[in-house]
């Protein structure tokens, strides 16, 4: 073929590396992506005024964030670099993308989504109070903004990145009051085999503890979320039932919240990509071959928004996925790379397992959240009034009660409240996650303006 | 889990808004009727409409139809105990250009007749009544007592409530085929079979199969909806807002919940297939979608689209639907076909195929919709 049209969608670790490969083999991709520079979000870049060094900004992730970064910036201008743009849509071959108000259809004979992904957020009551964030939009405030979410902060959930923020606040001098963990010791012990397949992270991750104990800050596990405290203008503390069953609040002026990620997963659906319930991190994504392949021909997935693998898997999984789209056009590959870097999969793989092992998503707090909780903040819909499309209305799964109750129309389509919705629809319905179905996505991903002009620059 | 009922009075292919409507009908008038969905009901055209319960532009005939079923809207709390959001706010159609005048007003004159109340508003009157309105609007047609309501709501309130009286709504049931044994049908699915004297196809886009089964082929063609909805805005536009054009691009159709999203569909149809379960949204035909909005309340152009759908509607090539007794097999009953405005008229759809199954005769003319009109006139006598 011909001056194949490939189009990234991502510009984070997997985004760039596939990008890197498309370019070593002499093709010219086209990369879209939602930020204004690449990196995605674990890499996130500061705006270019703002001075703290990668170090600072990415602490024991600096050199990775480095080499990501001035991979992509090697790149120049052999690539098609699409920035602040959002592809909304996807329908037969063309991606529809938008940047400010314009809108166009772009053409692809290979489409490579490399989305990432976003926090995993479990509903509480009290946390649509100001002062609660998710723990990546904490993480941002301090890497994007150079600010903290708050003078005293709590973070709440479970997960890796739970701690990594929590010690990436105390470094930039804001030591959290406590870290509220809903993952058990035991829990954490039975993820270390696994995740003793990369020992590089684990050890990092012990360090992480370590540091953050000696900085004093107070780390408590198997922790059961009840309330985030306060009132309309601002959040005064938590309270959450601790690992003797006692009943406990602890003082403090914000909250990140965040149980590990969510694959953004909408792009694969709307092109048509199968998808396969994983049992491990308890969420549908779309199938992929060891290579990255989709159930569409000419559709590739990598990173974060296929598989919850993290940064470093990403940047493999998107090598493997340019290999693959190489090996389909009829590229020649080096089969040793592949299979290198398919061992690199595996060894990642097994050391996701370990994480969902150590930090499972707490599930059964979604399914016994009080009725009055809020569940769905774009349609201020409760658990109640989802339950009640269940057993009063009989929807028998997810997008029926979404039809009935309203939960994931909004402004997010569910992006937020979807998977936590699915366990309390799952357990209304007295069935497991998977039988409850998974929420259809529609475009657009994101919202769209009304004022929008086309590729003519006509409305 | 009780056996289900595998022979009764009526059985219905099809769990739309008409199949729903009428079953529950049915159990009002004492017979006993089984639903056959192939998915969950509700769920194809009559789940994705636009949501208009709307009489104004109707074909003139069908309006008797459309009156019968208005006063079934104004009742449809009572009668299912569900609340489907209806709003009788009002619908007007604006005009943008003059041509449209005589035409707004001679139906206006016809539909008087059939005890449809509009008024014809000229420049001034609609900038009073409707601030909204862009600055090409010339003249409205206001049909006070028509609104709209939640699409998703009404099939299976209307499913509920047949059930609550006793009526098998049977979802996730493909029906394989339906045949003429005896006296009886025999309707065959992959869940098995189930037997009645009378059957109504009420499968709409996938009507055409079942109908040419019997010997009577229509033309009926699958088609999608175009249908988005913007995040919610504070509650300026009340009633259903239409245009009356002759010009295809120029249809466009909105309406705004008062929780705040405006909903909107209209310019084309996208393509539909009866193979698979959705339609997908033509991102290409946002644009001129978004044009015709902007006409209607250019103050949406602050807005944003929050999410997009489609569903699979059968239109018929006369855009007229087929409605009544078989014709040719005693027995058989037809209601599918309506060609995306089936939404109001489903309610009294319901009503008048459960009286003319029920009774042999309907107090409401629907002669014009038989299926004759393709050929193939019937011969095997009296329906019921």
Request: charged content about 20%; some cysteine.
């Amino acid at each position: 073929m011909a001056d194949p049209r490939i189009i990234i969608v991502g510009a984070g670790p997997a985004g760039t590396r596939a990008a890197e490969v498309l370019v070593a083999a002499g093709l010219r991709p086209t990369v879209v992506d939602e930020g204004s520079r690449s990196g995605g979000q674990i890499y996130r870049r500061p705006p270019p005024n703002f001075t703290r060094s990668h170090d600072a900004l990415y602490g024991t992730e600096a050199a990775k964030a480095r080499a990501v970064h001035a991979a992509f910036d090697a790149l120049g201008d052999r690539i098609t670099y699409r920035p602040e743009t959002l592809a909304w849509a996807i329908k037969d071959d063309r991606l529809h993308a938008l940047k400010g108000s314009r809108s166009e259809a772009l053409a692809y004979d290979a489409l490579l989504l490399a989305p990432g992904a976003t926090d995993r957020v479990m509903p509480l009551p009290g946390w649509t109070r100001p002062g609660c964030y998710s723990l990546g939009a904490a993480q941002i405030a301090l890497k994007a903004q150079g600010c903290a979410i708050g003078e005293r902060v709590v973070f709440l959930g479970t997960g890796p990145l739970l701690y990594l923020v929590a010690y990436q606040y105390m470094r930039a001098g804001h030591a959290p009051a406590a870290v509220l963990d809903t993952s058990s010791y035991g829990q954490q012990l039975s993820g270390l085999a696994l995740m003793a397949a990369r020992p590089g992270q684990l050890l990092k991750g012990v360090r992480l503890l370590r540091a953050l104990r000696r900085g004093g800050v107070p780390v408590l596990r198997n922790v059961e979320p009840l309330e985030v405290l306060g009132d309309a203008h601002g959040v005064d503390g938590v309270r959450f039932r601790d690992a003797d069953g006692s009943e406990r609040r602890l003082a403090c002026t914000a909250v990140g919240m965040g149980y590990h990620l969510r694959a953004e997963s909408q792009l694969a659906d709307l092109a048509g990509c199968e998808f396969r319930f994983d049992p491990a991190v308890q969420q549908w994504l779309p199938q992929t071959d060891a290579m990255g392949r989709s159930s569409r021909a000419n559709v590739y997935l990598a990173g974060d928004g296929a598989r919850l693998l993290g940064a470093d898997a990403a940047e493999t999984a998107g090598r493997l996925a340019a290999c693959a789209m190489l090996a389909d056009l009829g590229h020649r590959q080096d089969a040793r790379t592949v299979a290198r870097l398919q061992r690199a999969m595996k060894r990642h793989a097994r050391f996701a397992e370990g994480v969902a092992r150590a930090f499972p998503w707490p599930h059964a707090l979604a399914a016994e959240l009080p009725d009055a909780t809020l569940v769905c903040r774009c349609e201020a819909i409760t658990a109640g009034e989802l339950r009640a499309s269940v057993t009063a209305l009989g929807a028998p799964e997810v997008n029926r009660a979404k039809a009935f109750s309203r939960v994931g129309m909004g402004r997010c389509q569910g992006r937020f409240c979807g998977l936590a919705s699915q366990e309390i629809v799952a357990a209304a319905c007295k069935g497991r996650v998977e039988a409850a179905g998974r929420l259809r996505g529609q475009a657009p991903v994101k919202p769209l303006p009304i004022a929008l002009l086309g590729e003519d620059g006509r409305g | 889990m009780a056996e289900p009922r595998r022979r009764a009075d009526v059985v219905i292919v099809g769990g739309g808004i008409v199949g729903c409507s009428t079953a529950f009908f049915l159990r009002q008038r004492g017979l006993s009727v089984v639903v056959l969905e192939r998915w969950l009901v509700g769920q194809q055209a009559s789940g994705t409409n636009f949501g208009n319960v709307r009489r104004q532009g109707r074909y003139l005939p069908q309006l008797p139809l459309a009156n019968r079923s208005r006063e079934i809207w104004g009742r449809i709390r009572e009668l299912t105990g569900s609340d489907v959001e209806f709003m009788p706010v009002g619908h007007v159609r604006f005009l943008w250009s003059e041509e449209q005048i005589d035409v707004v007003e001679a139906y206006r004159r016809e539909a008087a007749t059939y005890g449809l109340e509009l008024h014809i508003l000229g420049r001034n009157a609609i900038r009073e009544k409707f601030p909204f309105v862009g600055p090409e609007a010339i003249a409205g047609s206001w049909s006070p007592h028509d609104g709209h309501a939640n699409p998703r709501l009404v099939s299976p309130a209307f499913a509920r409530a047949a059930r609550r009286d006793g009526a098998e709504i049977v979802e996730n049931c493909d029906v394989l085929a339906v045949e003429k044994v005896g006296e009886d049908f025999l309707v065959s699915t992959a869940q098995g079979d189930y037997r009645a004297p009378v059957v109504m196809i009420a499968a709409g886009a996938w009507a055409a199969g079942l109908s040419a089964a019997f010997g009577q082929p229509v033309p009926l063609k699958a088609g999608g909806p175009q249908m988005g909805v913007t995040e919610p805005l504070p509650y300026f536009v009340h009633p259903v807002v239409g245009v009356a054009t002759a010009t295809a691009e120029e249809v466009i159709y909105l309406r705004q919940i008062p929780r705040g999203n405006v909903i909107f569909g209209g310019v084309r149809r996208g393509p539909a297939s009866l193979g698979a379960e959705r339609a997908k949204y033509d991102p290409d035909g946002v644009f001129a979608q978004f044009r015709q909005v902007l006409r209607l309340a250019p103050s949406l152009s602050h807005a944003r689209l929050i999410r997009t759908w489609s569903g699979v509607e059968g239109y018929m090539d006369d855009n007229i639907p087929v409605m009544g007794a078989s014709g040719k097999v005693a027995g058989l009953y037809y209601a599918f076909g309506f060609s995306g405005h089936g939404f109001q008229t489903g309610p009294g759809v319901g009503d008048v195929m459960a009286e003319l199954i029920a009774t042999g005769r309907t107090t409401t003319p629907i002669d014009d919709f038989h299926i004759r009109r393709f050929g193939e006139g019937g011969d095997a006598g009296s329906p019921g």
